[in-house]
């Protein structure tokens, strides 16, 4: 899809609606390994929600090598440079495939001493580890798949990846009872099969999606020679990739941090907010479909230097958003206990899960800003700048925050969701500045100094 001209409006719905339904699947599936885990015990449950920051920096990686391959081919695609966008396409897939079982061994190596140092022990503990470690034997998968899809985002496709996300639903739909339960021949594995059914699901992906990329017409253009690594196409690749999986894993980092302040109010705060967190992700999922939206969108114009098509798309972008969180916003403010209780039969775990959802009613707006601008500023290949303002709203601004919220005011528990939403706050403001400053200052630089 050549996302340089036509309807923006349009353009951004017809990326937008896939991947929120594909993110929608992928959140249920991360809901249904809630569910089981539930019914296995409520240590089970916080086994899975303290292994959430530490999941962060596996995803980390695969998110930020997606979002990364994602703006260089965009940006080529926009320039009309396809076989350079081919090129640095395949030096992406290679280099991920090295780092990724380097850093499925470093999540595994770092899961216990990490839990250790929250306060898992005994039951927690082990449901933790024996969940993450797991896990991190199909880290391959997630980072490849991750790198696959990303050619398929490039070009405004979204649908493959959504086809994708609801099979993979399904699959771990199936094999979660299966393998955590215990049904006929299989013995019940707990919280490690868990991490199978979800392995299996990426297996899946990788196939899948792998398929769609070799029938992409822009495939022809593959030459076996592209594999064999070039230092200057592996640094522009690192000089994108990394800051983008640095700025997913100081996300993680923030929820280190208030995992341990959360961890020191007890399991049944670990457990509440856990389940919190992957309510508020449901509300938040149709934005999530416009924030991958406009990484294409940004990309593909950032090569083509149309600056202000960019603008134009993130105001629009922002509207829809920002629409879409009133309605979601409502639910939470409203039903925030009810939801829990569909996780959960723990009365205080339910308490404390509600407690955070009713906040998070108004965090959804800020979120908006802040996720909108942060896909601008991927797309123009400045995810450093990105990586700074979730540094400064996850781990420089919260421990201030926090303390004030939670021990000056003396709100205890209430304390730190309503420092998050401060902190949050605070960002946003900076980060959209930041953003339409640079937008400004390039599209200026272009007028006075045209290309020629």
Not at 410 to 415: D, I, Q
Not at 431 to 440: A, D, G, N, T
Request: proline share 3%; charged share 10%.
């Amino acid at each position: 899809m050549d996302l340089t001209q036509g309807n923006i409006r349009k353009q951004l719905i017809s990326m937008a609606v896939p991947a929120g339904i594909g993110m929608l699947f992928y959140t249920l599936y991360n809901v249904v390994d809630t569910f089981y885990a539930g019914l296995i015990s409520t240590e089970a449950l916080a086994g899975l929600a303290i292994s959430f920051p530490v999941y962060f920096i596996l995803l980390a990686f695969a998110v930020g090598f997606g979002q990364g391959t994602t703006a260089l081919v965009s940006n080529l695609l926009g320039a009309k440079k396809e076989e350079d966008a081919v090129y640095i396409y395949i030096q992406s897939l290679t280099i991920s495939l090295i780092l990724s079982v380097l850093i499925g061994y470093i999540t595994y190596k770092i899961s216990e001493p990490v839990f250790i140092f929250f306060g898992a022990s005994d039951l927690f503990l082990e449901n933790g580890l024996r969940y993450m470690q797991t896990l991190a034997y199909g880290a391959p998968f997630f980072i490849f798949a991750n790198v696959i899809n990303s050619f398929l985002y490039a070009q405004g496709d979204t649908k493959k990846n959504r086809n994708a996300l609801i099979i993979g639903f399904i699959i771990n739909l199936i094999f979660n009872p299966i393998l955590s339960l215990g049904i006929g021949p299989f013995p019940a594995l707990g919280t490690m099969g868990i991490a199978i059914a979800t392995i299996l699901c990426q297996i899946f992906n990788v196939i899948y999606l792998g398929y769609f990329v070799l029938k992409s017409p822009l495939s022809k253009k593959f030459q076996f020679s592209y594999c064999k690594l070039q230092i200057k196409m592996a640094i522009d690749i690192f000089k994108q990739a990394l800051p983008a999986s640095m700025n997913m894993l100081l996300i993680g980092i923030g929820f280190f941090i208030i995992q341990k302040y959360v961890t020191g109010y007890g399991a049944s705060a670990s457990a509440g907010y856990g389940i919190a967190l992957r309510i508020e992700q449901i509300i938040l999922l149709p934005a999530i479909g416009l924030n991958t939206a406009m990484l294409s969108m940004t990309g593909q114009n950032y090569g083509a230097k149309n600056f202000d098509r960019i603008y134009e798309a993130f105001v629009t972008s922002l509207k829809l958003a920002l629409l879409l969180m009133v309605f979601g916003s409502a639910i939470l403010f409203l039903a925030g206990e009810q939801m829990a209780y569909l996780f959960t039969r723990d009365t205080e775990v339910i308490k404390i899960a509600g407690s955070y959802l009713f906040m998070a009613a108004f965090l959804t707006f800020v979120y908006q800003v802040i996720h909108q601008s942060g896909s601008v500023l991927s797309g123009m290949k400045k995810p450093t700048i990105n990586a700074f303002y979730t540094l400064l709203r996850l781990a420089i601004i919260p421990p201030f925050t926090f303390y004030f919220f939670s021990q000056t005011l003396g709100l205890g528990l209430n304390g730190i969701w309503w420092a998050i939403l401060c902190s949050n706050i605070i960002a946003a403001f900076l980060i959209f500045f930041h953003m339409r400053y640079l937008i400004k200052k390039e599209g200026l630089a272009l007028k006075t100094n045209p290309v020629t």
